[in-house]
Every structure is written in structure tokens, then in C-alpha cells.
Nanobody, 114 residues
Framework: QVQLVESGGGLVQPGGSLRLSCAASGIIFSAYTISWYRQAPGKQRELVSRITIGGSTNYADSVKGRVTIARDNGKNTALLQMNSLKPEDTSVYYC????????WGQGTQVTVSS
């Protein structure tokens, strides 16, 4: 059974930082592209960042320079370090494994507010 479990969300003030984690089980983690998506109320889910099997990364323009994605294949974990957070970053953040066939986590809420 495939499981992706996100953690690390919460309430943070504008300008603050959060580090999200995604712990995977039931898959050969190193064989999957890992992505982070987010979805705000009333909006479509959008890709935030992606890291490939080989470690190549890409970022949405809205987070470029503020967000870093990383993976630890030995721990079956992906990380999303988010700095200089803005109120518009408020969303549920989802971890996803795969591209053609995608496994999803349950999401973690990030709220940026003073």
C-alpha cells in the first residue's frame, strides 16, 4: 500500500519559514519524480516544485527564490523549505509521487497570516 504523509504545515507570520516533509512508503522512492502541489480555497491545484529521479529541480515562478525542494532517498523523504512566506502562499500543500501515475498525500495546511 502506497502512503505519502506530509507534515510540517502550520500558521506562520508573513516573512516566516516552514519546512514541509513528505514521508513515503510502499514505493521504491528513488524511482519516482516527487512533486509538491498546493491548492487554495476556490482555486485549482498548482504545481509548486518538482524534483526528478536524477535530482533536477524546477519551481513555479511564484515561489522561485523562496522555496527549495530536496529529496533523501535513503530516508524515503522529500522536503520543501519555504522562506519569506507571503499570505498568498496560504494553501493546502500536497506531496505527489510519479508523473504518469500519481500517488498523492493527504495534504498539510499552510497558513500565512499576521
Amino acid at each position: 500500500q502506497v502512503q505519502l504523509v506530509e507534515s510540517g504545515g502550520g500558521l506562520v507570520q508573513p516573512g516566516g519559514s516552514l519546512r514541509l516533509s513528505c514521508a513515503a512508503s510502499g514505493i521504491i522512492f528513488s524511482a519516482y519524480t516527487i512533486s509538491w502541489y498546493r491548492q487554495a480555497p476556490g482555486k485549482q491545484r498548482e504545481l509548486v516544485s518538482r524534483i526528478t529521479i536524477g535530482g533536477s529541480t524546477n519551481y513555479a515562478d511564484s515561489v522561485k527564490g523562496r522555496v527549495t525542494i530536496a529529496r533523501d532517498n535513503g530516508k524515503n523523504t522529500a522536503l520543501l523549505q519555504m522562506n519569506s512566506l507571503k499570505p498568498e502562499d496560504t494553501s493546502v500543500y500536497y506531496c505527489a509521487a510519479g508523473v504518469a501515475r500519481v500517488y498523492w498525500g493527504q495534504g498539510t495546511q499552510v497558513t500565512v497570516s499576521s
